[in-house]
């Protein structure tokens, strides 16, 4: 619920009281001795002030001068019930919170610099020592206390509002956040190695926490962008954020940890892979919760429906344009990698499944297939596949690396390395 303050001229006073008992809102007026006014103050359901709100400035009622939505715990008047009914339960149904309060919330969620960076480091170095650890429980402890939720919310409201300054800190803190978590994950992954925490000569991609973290594919898309879109309802809906904040930090926390882990061990695939991973999952929340945002009816201020080319020639108008070109642009390499890497582990996958489908192979049985991800050609690195399989303890196959090469050289068009990691089974049945 919340308690609305208006400051009302004299000349204005009749108007809005008219528009309020047209709602049926109950009201009360407070006369302003040192000016010609009066502050008119009603109590009103969530879902119900931006309608409210709008309603006045049709007749209007100018409402930037002196305007105040607060919380309010419960209100007992003639006809709030009436509201509730209407706005909660009734056709007027809706989450929705008021523009400017959305404005409001999305600012007090980025919180001061200092705090905003040290949080980031302490996150980054939790999730760095929970992929080298490959504790599941760990990596979730660094998404609870990283800030990036504030960040992704403070600019795609900033894009949606057509808000230039609010779109800019919001981008500019979650770019240079993730930037101070990579390099915070290098540092601290040079310190556990060089101390002897962990050996050099440790494998980080046969480590799962890692592994899966260095791969980017379809379903990495869907997490980013579901995590924007829920950060946008929880924003635009008054629903509770910390939820939506350990999503976002599971898009980008744990990546940025496998990035620095991957300089460090002097693995280029793995950090290559890993800060697509990164890159498309930022810019997928941004894109993501700005586009909810919209979908919600949020709007730049001026917004004049059914008139596009018009309202693109403004100015909150074009920050929006902007913010989504620039981020479409960024995202536009790191996509061709992704798109890729899927359609390389597509085709890899595919001609796993035809060659252990062959008699010869009929006593094997597929434990997992995993695609190293490609380098665009950038380092020279050839592509490599590692298939699991579980084999007899009393049998070989020498050839079925060169079957496989084949199977999938044929439906990829390009030569790949092929690794055969064979899990022993030995039975006995009584």
């Known amino acids: 619920m919340r308690l609305i303050r208006v400051l009302v001229g004299d000349d204005s006073v009749a108007t809005v009281s008219e528009v309020l008992d047209d709602e049926g809102i109950d009201f009360v007026t407070t006369e302003e001795r040192d000016r010609d006014a009066v502050v008119i103050e009603f109590p009103l359901p969530v879902q119900a002030v931006d309608s409210v709100l709008d309603r006045l400035r049709e007749e209007g009622f100018d409402d930037g001068s002196y305007t105040v939505i607060a919380n309010a715990e419960s ?30 919330k999305a600012r007090s969620l980025l919180p001061d610099r200092r705090t905003y960076y040290a949080m980031t480091v302490l996150s980054v170095l939790v999730a760095t020592a929970g992929l080298l650890l490959d504790s599941p429980a760990v990596v979730i402890g660094s ?68 592994s899966s973290r260095i791969s980017p594919g379809l379903l990495s898309l869907l997490l980013g962008l579901c995590a924007g879109s829920a950060a946008a309802f929880g924003v635009a809906t008054d629903l509770p954020l910390s939820l939506v904040g350990v999503a976002i930090a599971a898009a980008v926390v744990p990546a940025a940890a496998a990035v620095g882990i991957g300089v460090v061990w002097g693995l280029p695939l793995v950090a290559f ?54 981020l479409l642009v960024v995202a536009s390499g790191p996509t061709v990698a992704m798109v890729e890497h899927v359609s390389l582990e597509n085709a890899a996958n595919g001609a796993v499944q035809d060659t252990l489908e062959r008699p010869e192979y009929r006593r094997l049985s597929l434990v997992s297939v995993r695609t190293g991800f490609t380098d665009l050609g950038l380092l020279g690195i050839q592509q490599e596949v590692t298939v699991r399989v579980r084999r007899p303890v009393d049998e070989s196959y020498p050839s079925l690396a060169a079957d496989i090469a084949a199977q999938v050289e044929e439906a990829s068009g390009q030569p790949v390395s092929i690794s055969i990691e064979f899990v022993e089974q030995q039975e006995y049945e009584p």
């Open 75 to 104: 209100a007992t008047t003639e006809r709030f019930d009436e509201l509730e009914a209407r706005y909660v339960e009734g056709t007027e149904e809706t989450d929705s919170v008021a523009h400017e309060e959305v404005r409001s």
């Open 143 to 210: 998404m609870a206390i990283a800030p990036q939720v504030g960040a992704t919310i403070t600019a795609s409201v900033g894009t949606v509002v057509g808000d230039r300054r609010m779109a800019i800190d919001g981008t500019r803190s979650l770019a240079l956040g993730l930037l101070v978590a990579v390099v915070g994950a290098v540092v601290f992954g040079w310190i556990l190695r060089s101390t002897g925490f962990f050996p050099p000569a440790l494998d980080v991609t046969t480590v799962e926490q890692i």
């Open 273 to 326: 892979g890993a800060a697509v991973l990164l890159l498309i999952n930022a810019v997928s929340i941004l894109l993501a919760g700005t586009v909810t945002l919209w979908y919600l009816g949020y709007r730049p201020e001026g917004w004049t429906p059914g008139a596009l080319r018009a309202n693109l020639t403004t100015g909150e108008a074009s920050v929006g344009l902007a913010t989504v070109v620039l």
